[in-house]
């Protein structure tokens, strides 16, 4: 069905702002300048940077015969790419459409294939082309390729993705029952690929039994997400907004009753990614700003919170689970420094994957086992040479060994330590350590880095771990720095918050202490004292705490003032609507019988608002099976998800301009009709593909106008309301209800006192036109919905859509 996606691209503006467009400025001759000059603030981008240079050079990233080829593929512009939906009910004609229209008309005279399908992503569902995303721009020949680009895009059929982003989720091996959580989601491109592989061969008007929680700590980027994945109209996601570092536990209370109905006590997962914040020195060749900016300290700066999130990503974890962690970043500390550390700080209970025998086709280099840590200028081979520096932002975990050095009392000035000057000189007293670097043991050649010349794509790193059991218990500190945070965490208690799991949680995750394994062991229930190592490592990052409503705090002046809205701040979230179980019985009544929904169809304790006061409703989201068990838990463990968007907008309270007076007030909205209308037996009405083809050119038809008797009589048996109108693909006699499959096209529409009119934005139309010129063309040649009624219809007699069609393009974060 179609129907998939609304959009505007208002929300992504200052996102692509910022890190897109960015060639334009390239002095790279390798792109036609389009930039004016003349504007005095034009800055060329210089496509080199020596630090950069003589870091990666002495990391040995590429052997030294490569360097020239390494360098010359980060130069040029990254070719754009993108995947086709494989939940989307045109991906097959869209994959023929790309095999059979644009390779051929995008082929390059004596040259390359224009585009071609990644011969490592499944089922050619992954394209990439030979054009930068300026080219598709500016250059003309390619503007209709362009033009399908975006518009597929934005309706949700295809996503543009660089090439090797779609690769941490294929090593992720999800399943259609997989609970699944991305930790750091925005803007969602890796989540959409989660939510393809759970929703992959679902059966019409059936859900799959997993769920994706996508998250992300940046209010703006979250909306980016929810943006992109509201493309997808799937009632089995979940976007929350917390630190990844300190996501909540969501555990209910041993011994509650609700233990054994709802099956879960504790929100695990079986698949994690965690795709972490990094210097992205891996997108220089779509954001060549970064030659410019990159200095060591990028990478160093985020490696403990990149160790963080990770280990939190393992806590959240099943046994028996997988973990991916990546990164768009070429340095060794972002990477092998921080799957080093998660071994050693797990110890037998997570692995490594060798997943050398997955996707054969793709090109991908082992992880390194040995690498130097540079700071300010100054290359240092061990943290001992950190400690003689006095460079206390220089972490064991950031070396080969992650061995601390603790004595740096008298041995200083005795033995300053080796080291690279900025100058590349070596300043080497005598210490092996610099020349000399550490090497792992570990297994760390089962890390993939995937660098640009291997297979013309950006840089990225991933690693994949399987979590055998429970992580070794982290624990309380008995020391100043656990006292610190034991005070505040009393503090909490005192604001009247229940002193939940989670803040424990957090602070152990933190601390990421080695104690023994003990069996079922709760993490609270054990302190034992840490090494100061350790704290060391806790407090390379401090974290902001959670931002939880205390219900006794006094209410600013604002707050009244903001009486209206007092409902819809009653969730403990500040600025988040709640989320509410819709059980209006006389309202979901009324649905059921106006649209027929069957009883054999999961209804009533699936609908959900995010508006506390039900008189006011304005939209009712749908959320599975394994969503309603999630927001249950929630509920039960005090509320620990910030969620900010959920489930599958299903139903929007509707008026109309004509003053039609309908029994359901209720429309079914684009996005839930393709999972509503399998279970629907009422207020269905079959098309020939001529009235189809003319409602969607025309928007709006008065009944006289409609072409075929069966359909004008079955309209006229319709409610006044809402309704969806289903194409009469052979417009052969159809059963009613008909029979709803994977190929049924159908539209939302309205039931005025004269007319019908269309229910879908001005994209869906567009697209749905598009895509059935194409299939009835290929197949009868001359097709009826190709026929030329449509210019019998006067187009003075089609009038605007005279109902009010509400459909909100923008960002929507579940807001009433
Ligand atoms: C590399 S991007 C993720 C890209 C995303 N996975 C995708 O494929 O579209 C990293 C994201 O991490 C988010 N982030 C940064 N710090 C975070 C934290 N402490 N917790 C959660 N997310 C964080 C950033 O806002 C950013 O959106």
Known sequence: MGGRGRSRRTQRKHFRDGRENVWKNNDNKSE?????????????????????????????????????????????????????????????????????????????????????????????????????????????????????????????????????????????????????????????????????????????????????????????????????????????????????????????????????????????????LCDVPCSGDGTLRKAPDIWRKWSVGMA???????????????????????????????????????????????????????????????????????????????????????????????????????????????????NPGAEINEDGNSNNNGDVDV????????????????????????????????????????????????????????????????????????????????????????????????????EELLDCNPSKKLRVESPNKPKSRAEKANDKRKLQIQGKWFGVDPVVFFKDDAILTGIKEFYGIKESFPFNHHLITRNSDTNHVKRIYYISESVKNVVELNFLAGEQLKITSIGLKMFERQTSREGVSTACVFRISSEGLPLLLPHMTKQIACASPADFKHLLQYKSIKFPDLVDDGFREKVSTLSLGCCVVVLNKDNEGSSDPPVVDRSTIAIGCWKGRSSLSVMVTAIDCQEMLERLLVRFETKSGSSDINCEEAANVDDAQVKEVSETVTTSDDVEVNKE
């Open 300 to 414: 160093n700066g985020v490696h403990c919170l990149q160790l963080q999130i990770a280990m939190r990503g393992l806590a959240l974890l099943r046994s028996g689970g997988r973990m991916v962690y990546s990164t768009c970043s070429m340095n060794p500390v972002e990477n092998e420094a921080v799957v080093s550390e998660i071994l050693r700080r797990c110890g037998g209970s997570v692995e490594l994957v060798d997943v050398s025998t997955e996707l054969p086709q793709l090109i991908r280099r082992p992880g390194l086992k040995s690498w130097k840590v540079r700071d300010k200028g100054v290359w240092l081979a061990s943290h001992k040479d950190a400690c003689k520096h006095g460079r206390s932002g220089i972490v064991p975990s950031m070396f080969p060994s992650g061995q601390a050095h603790l004595d740096t009392s008298d041995d200083t000035n005795e």
């Open 32 to 272: 036609p300048q389009q930039q004016n000059k003349e504007s005095s603030n034009w800055q060329p981008f210089v496509a080199e940077n020596a630090a950069f240079n003589e870091y990666y050079k002495e990391q040995g990233i590429v052997r030294p015969e490569e360097w020239d080829a390494f360098m010359e593929c980060l130069r040029n512009p990254l070719p754009s790419a993108f995947r086709i939906n494989s939940s989307s009910q045109f991906s097959m004609d869209l994959k023929s459409q790309l095999q059979d229209e644009f390779t051929k008309s995008l082929q390059i005279a004596g040259e390359a294939e224009g585009i071609k399908s990644l011969p490592w992503y499944p089922d050619n569902f992954a394209w990439q082309s030979s054009f930068s995303r300026m080219q598709l721009r500016k250059n003309k020949s390619l503007e209709r390729f362009h033009e399908f680009l975006k518009q597929e895009n934005e309706i949700g059929n295809i996503t543009r993705q660089e090439a090797v982003s779609m690769v941490p989720p294929l090593f992720l091996d999800v399943h259609r029952d997989h609970f699944v959580i991305d930790l750091c989601a925005a803007p969602g491109s890796k989540t959409f690929q989660l939510l393809e592989m759970i929703h992959q061969a679902s059966e019409v008007g059936s859900l799959p039994s997993g769920m994706v929680v996508a998250n992300d700590v940046d209010v703006q980027r979250c909306n980016l997400l929810i943006h992109q994945t509201k493309r997808m109209c799937t009632a089995n996601l979940v976007v929350t907004n917390h630190e990844a570092q300190h996501f909540p536990s969501c555990h209910m209370k041993k011994n509650h009753e609700n233990v054994s109905e709802l099956g879960m006590t504790q929100l695990l997962f079986d698949r994690v």
């Open 435 to 534: 020349l000399v670097p550490q090497v792992s043991s570990l297994p760390l050649e089962r890390c993939m880095r995937f660098v640009p010349h291997d297979q013309n794509t950006g840089a990225f790193f991933v690693a994949v771990f399987h979590k055998i059991s429970q992580l070794p218990v982290l624990q309380t500190k008995s020391n100043k720095h656990s006292r610190e945070r034991d005070s505040d965490s009393d503090e909490k208690v005192k604001q009247g918050e229940d002193k939940d799991v989670n803040e424990t949680d957090v602070s152990n995750a933190d601390a990421g202490v080695l104690v023994k394994q003990g069996e079922d062991k709760d993490v609270n229930e054990e302190a034992i004292p840490v090494k100061e190592s350790d």
